[in-house]
């Protein structure tokens, strides 16, 4: 029976990956910031434990207990709507820590364990933004993108022993917790956490109203099973699109 191990499993896409995998028969370790075992089916085949991709020490004793994996979704990330010349340098320095350092921190954690057997596969959960042109998300986006630029040479170093590396590209969400905030037309200053100057009020307002008349939007089981597809894809493959807008980007482009 194989075994994965997700981090931020505590919502969202994390916790439906989790979910999807326990009902494919898997073993399944949700790690989470604050482990709760209560949002996830009871199963004597399911794990939490404490992982927070910002700390080494939480790193080091997930793995640790956790023991031999399969697979590692790198789910765990924090979102960040705002206009650049608004965002304190420290809030940037943030978003890097959890999206894309703890990526790489909890990624190095488990490649000894993949080379030294040949086998198994990390599966980094990036986001649609990278596929498109889409403004009140510089920072993020780099987040991001900086996270499919070092998936797609991690790939090529590790295809030597064995092991794969791919990226699962979600689209926009509306159970998010900033869409749900735009939909329900909460204040623009807090659905952006006060990133807007006033001089860019008029361009985000008009970005946010675009956003949520769109008609295309992903749910959390289209990630699930988008990575679900790409633990076990052997074709090379490298980027999966998840959800019918982030596919609809990517075709366009």
């Not at 989790?18 to 399944?28: D, Y």
């Given at each position: 029976m194989q075994t994965i191990l997700i981090t931020g499993a505590s919502s969202g896409y994390g916790r439906e990956t989790?979910?999807?995998?326990?009902?494919?028969?898997?073993?399944?370790i949700a790690t989470m910031r604050t482990p709760r075992a209560d949002v996830l089916p009871e199963s004597d085949r399911l794990r939490v434990l404490e992982l927070d991709v910002t700390r080494p020490d939480t790193i080091a004793a997930a793995f640790a207990a956790a023991g031999p994996v399969d697979a590692l979704?790198?789910?765990a990330g924090v979102g960040l709507i705002g206009v650049f010349e608004g965002t304190p340098m420290a809030r940037v320095r943030e978003i890097f820590e959890t999206n894309t350092f703890g990526v790489m921190a909890t990624t190095q954690a488990v490649l000894p364990q993949f080379r030294e057997r040949g086998s198994g596969v990390v599966v980094n959960v990036t986001s649609s933004v990278v596929l498109g042109h889409m403004p009140l998300s510089a920072v993020y986006k780099a987040s991001k993108m900086a996270i499919e630029g070092f998936t797609a040479s991690l790939a090529l170093e590790l295809a030597e022993f064995g092991v794969r590396a791919r990226t699962v590209e979600p689209g926009a969400c509306l159970t998010t917790n900033f869409a749900a905030g735009a939909t329900n037309n909460i204040d623009?200053?807090?659905s952006l956490e006060g990133l807007v100057p006033a001089p860019y009020e008029p361009f985000a307002k008009k970005t946010l109203g675009g956003f949520v008349s769109q008609d295309l939007f992903t749910r959390e089981i289209d990630v699930a099973e988008t990575v679900w597809r790409a633990v076990h894809d052997t074709t090379g493959q490298l980027r999966f699109p998840a959800g019918p807008d982030a596919l609809w980007l990517d075709q366009a482009r």
């Open positions: 989790a979910r999807h995998f326990l009902a494919q028969g898997w073993n399944v979704v790198n789910n623009l200053t807090a």
